[in-house]
Structures are given as structure tokens and as C-alpha cells.
Nanobody, 124 residues
Framework: QVQLVESGGGLVQPGGSLRLSCVAS????????IAWFRQAPGKEREGVSC????????YWVNSVKGRFTISRDNSKNTVYLQMNSLKPEDTAVYYC?????????????????WGQGTQVTVSS
């Protein structure tokens, strides 16, 4: 069974850090593009960051550049999103998604597999 499972979310104070993990089962991530999306209450889902099989990365949200880092460990079939200097506006449910298309796309419909999401809340 193909599955993506996110973990690592939680409640953190502004300025704090979290590392999200996305573990794949039922398939190997090696040749997939993996993206992180997020959806805040009352807002549309948006693409945050993406990493392709060569480990080249893309960050779509300007406000996370320099604060978030996406990486992958194919030996663990896992992709990470390291989030530093978190802000209240980063509060959202974060999803990882996998695409066989090869390149990074911010459109959610281009991804084949999705995780269930992990809640990130940044609040004092």
C-alpha cells in the first residue's frame, strides 16, 4: 500500500524550530519529486517547498526562504522540512506530496500521493 506519513508538527513559540518528516512506504522516494504544502485556516493550500530526485530544491513562498530547508534521505525513504525562526503566519497543516513528473510544480493536482498532514502551530 502506497503511503506518505508526516510527523514532527506541534506547538512552538515564535522564533522556535521544528523538523517535519515525511516517510514513504509502499514505494521508494528515490525517483520522485517531493513537495511540502501547507493550508492555514480559511486559506487555500499552497506549495511551500520542493525537492527533486537530484536533491535540487525550490522554495515557492518568499517568506520561508532562509528559514526553511528541505532535504531528503533516500536510505530512509524520508524527506524533511527543517523550519527555523517560526512565525505565527507559518501556522497551518503541513502536507507532503509525491510526484512522478520529475520537476517541481506548485500545483497540488500534479502530485500523485499525499500524506494526511501534520499540524504546526506557532503561538506564544
Amino acid at each position: 500500500q502506497v503511503q506518505l506519513v508526516e510527523s514532527g508538527g506541534g506547538l512552538v513559540q515564535p522564533g522556535g524550530s521544528l523538523r517535519l518528516s515525511c516517510v514513504a512506504s509502499g514505494f521508494t522516494l528515490d525517483y520522485y519529486t517531493i513537495a511540502w504544502f501547507r493550508q492555514a485556516p480559511g486559506k487555500e493550500r499552497e506549495g511551500v517547498s520542493c525537492i527533486i530526485s537530484s536533491s535540487a530544491t525550490t522554495y515557492w513562498v518568499n517568506s520561508v526562504k532562509g528559514r526553511f530547508t528541505i532535504s531528503r534521505d533516500n536510505s530512509k525513504n524520508t524527506v524533511y522540512l527543517q523550519m527555523n525562526s517560526l512565525k505565527p503566519e507559518d501556522t497551518a497543516v503541513y502536507y507532503c506530496a509525491a510526484s512522478s513528473r520529475g520537476l517541481c510544480y506548485p500545483q497540488s493536482y500534479k502530485y500523485n500521493y499525499w500524506g494526511q498532514g501534520t499540524q504546526v502551530t506557532v503561538s506564544s
